[in-house]
């Protein structure tokens, strides 16, 4: 059973950082490429960061670019580094997984929200 797991949410002060964390199972996880999407209330959901699966290539939003930073490791975890923190960030953050065999899947999501 695929599951994807994120932590690391929460409450933060504008300027502040947080690390978002979505571990995985239940599929290869080198054969995954990874991404971080956000959804603010009332708009739609969008994509943050992406990580191919070997953790070569990376891409950002351009709202989040020099400030966020997607990486993964091989212990199934792929982070979201998130710095100088924006009340725009604010907003549910979904991990997902596209398989390079089929297959994509989404995380619970996780709360971030930035005010002061």
């Known amino acids: 059973q695929v599951q994807l797991v994120e932590s690391g949410g929460g409450l933060v002060q504008p300027g502040g950082s947080l690390r978002l964390s979505c571990t995985a199972s239940?599929?290869?996880?080198?054969?995954?490429?990874m991404r971080w999407y956000r959804q603010a209330p009332g708009k739609e959901r969008e994509l943050v960061a992406a990580m191919t699966s070997a953790g070569t290539r990376t891409n950002y939003a351009d709202s989040v670019k020099g400030r966020f930073m997607i990486s993964r490791d091989n212990a199934k975890t792929v982070y979201l580094q998130m710095n100088s923190l924006k009340r725009e960030d604010t907003g549910v953050y979904y991990c997902?997984?596209?398989?390079?065999?089929?297959?994509?899947?989404w995380g619970q999501g996780t709360q971030v929200t930035v005010s002061s």
């Open positions: 997902y997984a596209a398989l390079t065999y089929g297959g994509n899947y």
């Open positions: 239940g599929f290869t996880f080198s054969y995954a490429a």
